[in-house]
């Protein structure tokens, strides 16, 4: 059994900045791809960031030069700096990790999901 465990969310103001924070914890043998998506209220879900077990890394346009995702894999953990956030940003945020398990068996997992509100 795998779990993943956000934080880090909260409000904050326009302009502001928050870092969320993804451990996974359980019978992990190896992580791959681990990742952030979103959810807005009446909107799909839509990925935001992602990042690959060697530290490759892929942005949604809109988050593009404001926010970096970056892992520590002795940790299994996962993170996303969110800077200059926007009204537009607020959504639950989800994390997400493509996980082979200690019997080797692969299987993708999410998290809880965190909120982040942007207002003033």
């Known amino acids: 059994q795998v779990q993943l465990v956000e934080s880090g969310g909260g409000l904050v103001q326009p302009g502001g900045s928050l870092r969320l924070a993804c451990a996974a914890s359980?019978?992990?043998?190896?992580?791959?791809?681990m990742g952030w998506y979103r959810q807005a209220p009446g909107k799909q879900r839509e990925s935001v960031a992602g990042?690959?077990?060697?530290?490759?890394?892929n942005y949604a346009e809109s988050v593009k030069g404001r926010f970096t995702i970056s892992r520590d894999n002795a940790k299994n953990t996962v993170f996303l700096q969110m800077n200059s956030l926007k009204p537009e940003d607020t959504a639950v945020y989800y994390c997400?990790?493509?996980?082979?398990?200690?019997?080797?068996?692969?299987?993708?997992?999410w998290g809880q999901g965190t909120q982040v509100t942007v207002s003033s």
């Open positions: 359980g019978s992990i043998f190896k992580i791959n791809d």
């Open positions: 990042i690959t077990s060697g530290g490759g890394t």
């Open positions: 997400n990790a493509d996980v082979f398990d200690s019997r080797l068996e692969y299987a993708e997992y």
